[in-house]
Structure formats: structure tokens, C-alpha cells
């Protein structure tokens, strides 16, 4: 009997930084559960991709290699299924991404975005803005150094002058928002979300159960808000609730690593994944 046959791609190791043998996890654990749906999946790197070396009808992947995207851009204009899309992942770079939000009213801190040969302070001061994030926006994150936190404008100009040192050509400088961090995983198309609150692991939800599901449904609505304009099936991230119980984005990311959530994720991820197949599994069946 024909089989559908799947290709997953593992994300290159300079985009998981601390996080190699994470991201390889929730991969293997997707493929694993698409393999006990019947479909033949076979894993590959991106420097196989890039090599040529993938040619089936449905591709999952975890790729940030701008050649891979490319790539992977062509695949769908061709037919293929790609999950996440490529202009999805493309779209987390935070330039775009902060674009993509302000523009559609999805609740983030207010940002700068400059260049780092530029002096910023001037512009800070006249925002009001001090304490602050300032994360590099012309490619993902490879380094704990991507994404610095800063007390004071005068800080915020030494850490872009350091970027600019680096290399990094573009930055996204956002408000520091306060209030309690909260971590969440999503898959769109399913009943799959999780969340918690990374920093207080004796209470990863409010004790009160109408409190706790008060804060998911508005907590998840945003999130699929966020997930549709940047055509993501797979995603997570990080978001503030403040004293005045407003929730504010703070972080998305394309296809992260769903540590506390492995098994009950990858089994959502793969429905998600034959929901979209199905649909066409006459044309992706190859024998």
C-alpha cells in the first residue's frame, strides 16, 4: 500500500544554541508519531536539504538558513507542503516580526528598530525608554549576546555599538514591560496549548481554576492571533501579564523545542500535520 512520505529536517546546530539536543527531541518525537500513522518519514539536516537530498511530497522542518528557506520557498511554489511554511519562519526574524505585530495591532512593547551604526540615546531619552531589550533583527538569535538587557539609554548605546563591532547590521530595541513572564506552546489547528510561568515552579498556574482558565482562553486567542499573521503551525514564546492583567507579547518563535511538553506535543503536532495532508493525500502519496 502507498505510503505518505514525509521529510523532516533538523534545524542547524548554530540556530539552537543551548538547545541542540531539545530541538532534535520534539523532531524525532513528531516523526515518530507521523511513522505510527503509517506515513514513511525520513529525518534530514539542512545541509542535506541544501545539498538536494529531499525530494518527498510533505516536508516538516525546523530550518533558519536563509539558503534553506529558500529552498523550502521554492518546494511550496512547486506543491510541496511545508510546515512551518517559509515565509512563517522568515517572518520570526524580529525586525519583520515586529513589524508584523505593531502593524496588526497584536499587543508587544513598544520598539525602536535602527540600525547599529546610528546614535540611538537621543531617540530613548525622548521616548522615555531606559530599561529596555535590545536583540539583534537581522537574523535569528545564535548567541546569548543576541539579546541584551539594559538599564539606562547610555547602556543601550554601548550594547548597539557592540553589535555593530559584531556584525550585526539591524537591531529591534524594545520597552522593558513589567509584570509576571509566562511561557506558552501552541499548535494552530489543534486543541494543543500549554503555558506556565517559568520563574515560580511551586505555582506554574493560578491555584484558582477559573483564574487559570481565564487567563488561557485570552492567553491563547492572542497567541492565534499572532501564530495566523505569521502562518505558523507550530510555535511558542514568551509574554508579560502586568499588575492591570494585560497581556503582552514578548517573544514568538517558529518551531521551539517544547521541553516540559515533549510527548503530548509531538502527538499534537502530527495530527495537526495529517490534518493538512489529508485533505490532499491523493496528490502526496508516492509508493
Known amino acids: 500500500m502507498a505510503q505518505i512520505k514525509i521529510a523532516a529536517i ?11 539536543g531539545n530541538d532534535a527531541s520534539i523532531l524525532s518525537g513528531v516523526a515518530e508519531q507521523l511513522r505510527r500513522r503509517g506515513c514513511e518519514v525520513n529525518v534530514y539536516s539542512e545541509e542535506q536539504l541544501n545539498a538536494g537530498a529531499v525530494s518527498e511530497p510533505v516536508v516538516i522542518n525546523m530550518c533558519r538558513e536563509q539558503r534553506s528557506l529558500r529552498l523550502l520557498e521554492q518546494m511550496e ?13 522568515a517572518d520570526c526574524i ?12 497584536i499587543p508587544f512593547p513598544e520598539s525602536v528598530i535602527t540600525s547599529t551604526d546610528v546614535v540611538i540615546k537621543g531617540e530613548l531619552e525622548r521616548r522615555g525608554i531606559e530599561k529596555c531589550w535590545i536583540k539583534r533583527a537581522d537574523n535569528y538569535a545564535m548567541h546569548k549576546e ?52 517559568p520563574y515560580d515552579p511551586d505555582h506554574h498556574q493560578p491555584a484558582d481554576p477559573e483564574a487559570s482558565a481565564a487567563i488561557e ?30 497581556i503582552t507579547l514578548i517573544d514568538f518563535n517558529d518551531w521551539p ?22 485533505p490532499r493525500r491523493g496528490a502526496v502519496r508516492q509508493s
Not at 10 to 20: E, Y
Not at 77 to 89: A, P
Not at 94 to 103: K, L, P, S, Y
Open 10 to 20: 533538523m534545524r542547524a546546530g548554530a540556530f539552537s544554541p543551548n538547545h541542540i
Open 257 to 278: 523545542s517544547f521541553a516540559p511538553c515533549r510527548q503530548a506535543a509531538a502527538t499534537a503536532i502530527a495530527k495537526a500535520v495529517m490534518g493538512r495532508v489529508k
Open 94 to 105: 524580529r525586525e519583520r516580526q515586529t513589524r508584523i505585530f505593531i502593524g496588526s495591532n
Open 146 to 197: 543576541d539579546v541584551s538587557y539594559v538599564r539606562t539609554a547610555d547602556e543601550a548605546q554601548e550594547v548597539l555599538q557592540e553589535y555593530f563591532l559584531r556584525g550585526i547590521t539591524r537591531a529591534v530595541i524594545t520597552r522593558h514591560v513589567k509584570g509576571d513572564i509566562v511561557k506558552f506552546y501552541g499548535v494552530l489547528d489543534s486543541t494543543f496549548f500549554y503555558w506556565y510561568f
Open 217 to 246: 482562553s485570552r492567553l491563547r486567542r492572542l497567541c492565534t492571533a499572532a501564530a495566523t499573521e505569521l502562518n505558523l503551525m507550530v510555535y511558542g514564546g514568551d509574554a508579560v501579564i502586568d499588575s492591570d492583567g494585560r
Open 77 to 89: 511554489r512547486d506543491g510541496v507542503i511545508v510546515i512551518n511554511s517559509s515565509q512563517g519562519i
